[in-house]
Every structure is written in structure tokens, then in C-alpha cells.
């Protein structure tokens, strides 16, 4: 059995902000996720 790891929208976030840090990105572009369900 593969265990798979699901990133909770906190971590997410995290990751998008430091990638639009890093990358070049237009003004309209944020690190949000558009919806906060639950992985399970």
C-alpha cells in the first residue's frame, strides 16, 4: 500500500507565496487556495 501525503492549505499557501516570491508574477496573482476542504 502507497501512504500518500496531502499538504494541509496552511502548507500550501506557504509554498505559493514562496513561489510567486521567487518567480516574476503579475499584481493579481496571491498565494490563496480557492477552497479549504478538508483532505482526508
Avoid at 492549505?9 to 507565496?17: A, G, Q, R, S, Y
Amino acid at each position: 500500500m502507497v501512504l500518500v501525503y496531502y499538504p494541509s492549505p496552511e502548507k500550501i499557501i506557504e509554498h505559493n507565496l514562496l513561489a510567486l516570491t521567487i518567480i516574476q508574477v503579475k499584481k493579481a496573482d496571491q498565494p490563496n487556495v480557492l477552497s479549504r476542504q478538508k483532505n482526508g
